[in-house]
């Protein structure tokens, strides 16, 4: 799916393609996770379409597998204290 997020409001079709997948999943009550995700724009046009998870640049850079456990387990210690 990240092809088709890359092109929103560039390609019609994929926007077509996203929406097609969009209604397939919903009618076999899958979860959709739209990847690549690096606008505004993007994130506003996937939710339009009902797809709550999103990720990409817009949101955090990728990170090593160590590098997010250990900002996760400094996120929970601060959860704790609170």
Do not use: W
Request: proline share 2%; net charge negative.
């Amino acid at each position: 799916m990240r092809f088709f997020v890359k092109n929103i409001g560039v390609d019609c079709t994929s926007e077509h393609l996203i929406e097609s997948t969009v209604e397939l999943a919903k009618r076999l009550s899958l979860r959709i996770i739209a990847e690549g995700v690096e606008t505004e724009a993007q994130a506003e046009y996937l939710k339009k379409q009902g797809i709550e998870n999103l990720q990409g640049f817009l949101f955090a850079k990728p990170i090593p597998l160590g590098e997010f456990l250990q900002n996760y387990n400094q996120n929970i210690n601060v959860i704790d204290n609170d």
